[in-house]
């Protein structure tokens, strides 16, 4: 997912209609912040996630079933240009 680098996910919940985790991001300078990569996994719950560099997000009920929301910052959007 490609996000402004001055960002903050305020919620995450399971949307049965959708089958898919919906977030609430929060864009806090979208005029001056560059784009980032950032990977969004849902896993089982743990006590650590694998990738140092992820943070948990949140935790979401589906299908009766707790998982979390870990996301992974990957680095500045390359330039194409």
């Known amino acids: 997912m490609e996000l402004t680098a001055r960002h903050r996910i305020t919620g995450v919940?399971?949307?049965d209609t959708e089958g898919a985790v919906a977030m609430t991001v929060e864009i806090t300078d979208p005029e001056t912040?560059?784009?980032?990569?950032?990977?969004?996994?849902?896993?089982a719950?743990?006590?650590?996630?694998?990738?140092?560099?992820?943070?948990?997000?949140?935790?979401i009920v589906r299908d009766g079933q707790n998982y979390d929301v870990v996301?992974?910052?990957?680095?500045?959007?390359?330039?194409?240009n």
């Open 13 to 15: 919940e399971w949307d």
């Open 33 to 43: 912040a560059r784009p980032v990569d950032v990977r969004i996994d849902v896993v």
């Open 45 to 59: 719950v743990s006590s650590s996630p694998a990738d140092p560099r992820s943070q948990m997000i949140g935790t």
């Open 71 to 80: 996301g992974t910052y990957l680095g500045v959007v390359a330039d194409e």
